[in-house]
């Protein structure tokens, strides 16, 4: 928008910081006083130089050492405090921004985090928020200072003589110089590391989450090569970024300390000629060679700068991304029903339409089936119901009221949402369960569990319900990750009920039980079924197919089979998977 003022990357980094400014502010007063006292010694030493050419006594020269020791001290104390209160408030910061970022991925549509590769958001949240570590740790107090301590005692040379103060600064100028050839590509280096990184971590997540393929096709299975070159070319990117930043590095560092190269000749030069007192060379000598310490800390700090666009655009690109805008203020429901009318529906990252003029009137206590050939838009339809998306077109009430006026913490209330991908917490079975009422207490969960058919399969587990489900449910089968799924979805007791094809990893001993488990628990509520197996949804209230995104019949099982040819073809070809087994 014209005339709207863009933050920089500083300015976003250090309104994120907000809360703790008077942290950081503390800690560049700490960190000047610091720097401060670690150049007093010098100025001692050059008032001792004097004393001692200017024949003065011993004693006067140990009240300059005295004072030496001091501000030596004085360092120590400063730096330490600068750094304490600087990582307080960075890591509280670096907390909250962490914070944020899970809060934000809770208010976007569920299609923008589908559409986002994990390994990318652990990179984002773990290691571009880490990144700002030495950002605000260490840059704000201690480049501050390390540039106008310096600043100060360059001011006083000057005053000396204002030659030797521009002859100790002629190697700085020329390292600064060298730094910013290796400086002025650093942010296009690192876009390009922090690309190669994403597409590294992709890979991993990729390789461990399919590692059972990897291991019964050996490492000729395509992911594991996928795994293999991106590690490769993340070594090899580094390894040439380093080469060819090396020379320049290893010059700086070696010229900007060589300020004595300069100032001793020029310093002779002046003094053997008369327009310089020796006393006033040998504290500029002493002096110049405490400047160089605080400008090469300073330049260290360089590469945090130019990494400090990438990192903040980076996290700024979840911060910033659309969210389902929903009010605040609970709303009343009429009743329970479900109602889309005209309902089209696009997801983000296509420009294909995947629903098309949807209209379906859900009774409440009913169970409704959504039935149809694969990528026929079933899961979407649940999945709008459920607040996951904002629909395109059209629009959606619960209770005659418009999903888009509905609270997200008030719609989630309303609905238990159960997919065949559900996911396990790495916690105990029994944190696990009561997720879907964190009120409930044991026994209800331990109800729950016998009746959706969990409890036989967890007493044998080797603690039982305390027993750890590892991460993603890593230590239970697929089938009792869904079974536990299940019963923590009937335990939030919520008026609505979403089955996305629930039971596809459960077998049909014990889908059997599943099904009459679920058919008590949601007695009087509504029920959303998607199944593959058709022979568990011939009882429902009403069968809804949908081919290629739209709603091409509906109504009970046996009006279908004899109306509906797409219906009658899918049982048929049901019937005949049911009498192969």
Not at 455 to 467: K, P
């Amino acid at each position: 928008m014209k005339g709207k003022k863009t933050l920089s990357s500083f300015a976003i980094l250090w309104r994120w910081a907000e809360a703790y400014h008077s942290g950081f502010l503390s800690a560049v007063i700490f960190a000047i006083l610091g720097v401060a006292c670690g150049m007093v010694p010098y100025f001692c030493i050059g008032s001792i130089i004097r004393l001692l050419l200017n024949g003065e006594g011993i004693q006067y020269c140990l009240t300059w050492c005295t004072l030496a020791f001091a501000g030596y001290i004085g360092k120590i104390i400063f730096s330490t405090l600068s750094t304490a209160v600087s990582h307080t408030a960075t890591f509280h910061t670096l907390r909250d921004i962490r914070k944020a970022l899970l809060r934000k991925l809770s208010r976007v549509p569920m299609g923008t985090i589908l559409d986002t590769p994990s390994g990318q958001y652990k990179t984002t949240i773990i290691d571009r928020v880490e990144g700002m570590e030495p950002t605000l740790a260490h840059l704000i107090p201690e480049m501050t200072s390390n540039l106008l301590v310096p600043i100060i005692v360059a001011i006083y040379i000057f005053v000396l003589d204002w030659r030797m103060g521009i002859a100790s600064f002629v190697t700085t100028v020329i390292g600064l110089a060298i730094i910013s050839k290796s400086t002025k590509t650093y942010a296009i280096r690192w876009e390009g590391a922090v690309k190669i990184g994403h597409s590294m971590a992709n890979a991993i997540v990729e390789y461990i989450g399919g590692i059972q393929v990897v291991k019964a096709f050996s490492q000729s299975a395509g992911s594991y090569k996928r795994y293999a070159d991106a590690v490769e070319d993340n070594a090899n990117y580094y390894v040439d970024w380093m080469r060819d930043s090396q020379k320049y590095m290893c010059m700086w560092q070696s010229i900007i300390p060589s300020v004595l190269v300069v100032v001793l000749p020029i310093g002779l030069i002046l003094w053997s000629n008369g327009s310089l007192l020796s006393v006033d060379f040998l504290t500029i000598v002493v002096l110049s060679l405490g400047l160089t310490g605080p400008v090469v800390s300073a330049m260290s700090f360089v590469d945090d700068l130019a990494v400090i666009g990438i990192n903040v655009r980076e996290i700024s690109s979840i911060m910033d991304a659309p969210e389902l805008i929903r009010p605040d203020q609970p709303v009343s429901f009429q009743n329970q029903e479900i109602i889309l009318e005209h309902v089209t529906f696009f997801y983000n990252s296509k420009d294909e339409e995947v629903l098309h003029d949807i209209n379906l009137r859900i009774t409440p206590g009913t169970v409704t089936a959504l039935v149809g050939p694969s990528g026929s838009g079933k899961s979407t339809i649940a999945k709008l119901i459920a607040g996951f998306w904002d629909i395109t077109g059209g629009k959606i009430t619960l209770g005659g009221v418009d999903l888009k006026k509905i609270p997200l913490d008030q719609l989630n209330q309303q609905i238990a949402y159960v997919s065949q991908d559900n996911y396990l917490f790495d916690r105990t079975v029994r944190e696990n369960i009561r997720m879907g009422r964190l009120d409930a207490t044991d026994e209800e969960v331990e109800f729950v569990a016998k009746v959706t058919g969990c409890d036989s399969f967890i007493q044998v587990l080797s603690q039982g319900y305390d027993t750890v489900c590892g991460g993603g449910g890593g230590h239970l089968s697929g089938g009792e990750k869904q079974r536990i799924s299940i019963a923590r979805a009937m335990l939030k007791n919520a008026p609505i009920v979403i089955l996305d094809e629930a039971t596809a990893s459960i077998d049909p001993e014990n889908e059997a039980v599943i099904q009459r488990a679920i058919s008590a628990l949601t007695k009087g509520k509504t029920l959303i079924v998607i199944a593959h197996r058709l022979s568990t949804i011939v009882d429902a209230d009403n069968i809804v197919v949908i081919e290629r995104g739209k709603i091409v019949d509906q109504g009970k099982q046996e009006e279908l089979i004899e109306n509906c040819p797409l219906y009658a073809q899918m049982w048929k070809a049901h019937l005949g998977t049911q009498d192969s087994r």
